[in-house]
């Protein structure tokens, strides 16, 4: 049973560096070939996991090997334009200028009844409303609206809004992120001042303290 | 969050305590295992037959009683070759051969040696 325990903690903390070093998308977001690397892993590390009589040895090489075909792969797709969409594949035009595009569909084995569900998950109920709509290399479907049914942006209003920089959480689960404190370049005694105002005896009282560019602090206490 | 650690430290507490105790277990039945068989093994270089038939009679008792808890530890497929080696052995101490009943005590002696062996936590076995 113990023998089991650790080959299983063994496996996944390795499949955890290994996931780590191979990048961060999210599975939904995989490319081809992201996804049956992630797929062949999860099957590879069962067996040894639960099958005594398999060397971890075993278990581990085909998963390492996967890691370097899958850097690899992504070296080139990143270094060549032309191995990226025969490895990646193409983004494929599914509406070009409010016209659905029949040839493409058919193609990349997409049915009228999918392409009306993303665009529905997408927020465009109205197939009416698109000028453009491409199906990603991840499988995503980006939509562009026509111009007249976007969402209007200050621009549109000839507004020009304050500049709106980056947030910086000063303190996280009660503890000051000293890295923050400089970049935001101010001191402890004006932290201090301005957690007083916020009525905080402990500092472990706080969750989340962020300073916004103009040097404003939100603070978000724990609850009582 | 307040329980993730005490859970934690209860899973792995408990497991810890299920293999000592299962490992205890397959090691002193396989012992006593292995002790009747060294015995019949001297019954059987004696020529005393009739007290090797009765031997092997407890041990293929004894052993029905115990292999479905074994089944729960061990791997089924060390349990069905003990099954095999012990009805050949049941045979030839039956029919009185000699050589082949020493032969499948020895078999069935590092059968059940190599079990506690391979249940016990060492490196070789984890890795």
Known sequence: MLIIFFRTLILYFMVVVVMRIMGKQQI????????????????????PMQNKGIPLLSGIIPILTL???????????????RCRSLICGT?????????????????????????????????????ADVEYA??????????IPKVTKRPVNPEDLNLSPQYEGLPLPIIIDGQII???????????????????????DDIKDVILASLDPNNILTVYKREE | MKYVLPLITIIVALIILIDIAAYNYLNTTSQNFNNTIIKIEKD???????????????????????????AILIEHNEIDEIDITLAKLKSYIYTNNKNFSLAELKTLNEKFKHIPVSEKLILENIL
């Open chain 1, 67 to 81: 890691m370097v075909s899958q850097l690899f792969l992504s070296y080139i797709s990143m270094k060549s334009l």
């Open chain 2, 44 to 70: 059987v270089n004696n020529g005393k037959w009739d007290s090797a038939k009765n031997k092997i009679e407890k041990l293929d008792k004894t052993w029905n009683k115990i292999n479905s808890k074994w």
């Open chain 1, 178 to 200: 000293e890295k923050n404190i400089k970049d935001a370049n101010i001191d402890l005694n004006m932290l201090n001042d301005q957690l007083k105002m916020w009525k905080v």
């Open chain 1, 28 to 47: 939904g977001q995989l490319q081809p070939y992201e996804f049956v690397v992630a797929l062949m892993i999860a099957d590879l590390v069962a067996v």
């Open chain 1, 91 to 127: 983004p494929a035009i599914l509406i070009k200028k409010g016209k659905i595009i029949t040839s493409q569909l058919q193609q990349e084995r997409y049915n009228i009844n999918d392409l009306l569900e993303e665009l529905r998950v997408a927020g465009y109920p109205n197939i």
């Open chain 1, 134 to 143: 491409i199906l990603e290399t991840n499988g995503n479907l980006s939509v």
